[in-house]
């Protein structure tokens, strides 16, 4: 996300969004034997990298960090991009490094190849960097589309858009729901599915860019994302890496 570009919000956007969300291209049905949360960090800021990486494992967690290859060392709205340095660290500390494309461009926008290249050359990069090749993906903006959603390299085992809901039952694995941990009610919303999934053993994911006690409009307060990690603690909630979490899952 950058503060650059919106994604179009006129009725034919919208109405595509809404087709896409129910075009399921990896139907399945999730169950899990304890309630689940993934902390995910897009772009990502190196704020994330550091401040928020500390944080979880603080509470013995680790995240899911969506990279994307173009925005590393580059000044955004979230501040300063990671660098290769912290790509090394955390995957030393046994954080997830997913994909969020290189270019960070609009992929409801343009053609399914161009997107498929982009993810190769993101994978490179990071490969480049230290990273393992990533198994994680995450859509720029949440934007997507059926035919992206059917060609999805193999390889990752799942796909996270920015639709809000829990993941149990019936699932779309190339378009997994998560909450924004930033926003006038973000962390007021994602407390109340946490009540809700910890009935329904459930996998929450959320998602932040930066992370600080002055953070930017899609970033996340530390100690608004410690409240969150202790009220996880508190309803019996593994908190997983996304590949990590979707490995629980129950056969
Ligand atoms: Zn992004």
């Given at each position: 996300m950058t503060a650059a570009y919106a994604p179009r919000r006129d009725l034919v956007s919208k109405v595509r969004r809404r087709l896409t969300q129910h075009d399921a291209a990896r139907p399945?049905?999730?169950?899990?034997e304890q309630p689940m949360l993934s902390i995910t960090f897009d772009d990502f800021p190196a704020t994330a990298a550091n401040a928020g990486a500390r944080l979880l494992e603080r509470h013995g967690a680790r995240g899911t960090y969506y990279a994307a290859a173009g925005m590393a060392g580059a000044e955004g709205p979230c501040g300063a991009g990671y660098s290769a340095?912290?790509?090394v660290r955390l995957v030393d500390a046994g954080h997830e490094i997913g994909c969020h494309t290189s270019s960070h461009a609009d992929c409801a926008r343009r053609d399914v190849f161009s997107t498929l290249?982009?993810?190769?050359?993101?994978?490179?990069?990071?490969?480049?960097?230290?990273a393992p090749s990533p198994r994680a993906h995450a859509f720029p903006y949440g934007e997507t589309?059926?035919?992206?959603k059917r060609n999805l390299p193999p390889r990752f085992?799942?796909?996270r858009g920015i639709l809000p809901g829990l993941n149990?039952?019936?699932?779309?694995?190339s378009q997994l729901r998560a909450y924004p941990l930033f926003g006038p009610d973000g962390m007021r919303r994602v407390f109340d599915a946490?009540?809700?999934?910890?009935?329904?053993?459930?996998?929450?994911?959320?998602?932040?860019?930066?992370?600080?006690?002055?953070?930017s409009a899609w970033g996340t307060r530390a100690d608004e994302l410690d409240a969150l990690l202790q009220e996880a603690h508190q309803l019996g909630f593994v908190v997983l890496p996304v590949t990590a979490a979707l490995e629980r899952r129950l056969a």
């Open positions: 399945a049905t999730l169950a899990f340095d912290d790509i290249e982009d993810l190769a050359h993101n994978r490179d990069a990071l490969l480049r960097m230290g589309s059926g035919a992206l085992m799942s796909a149990v039952g019936h699932t779309d694995l946490l009540k809700k999934a910890a009935k329904r053993k459930a996998w929450v994911i959320g998602f932040t860019h930066d992370v600080s006690d002055a953070p």
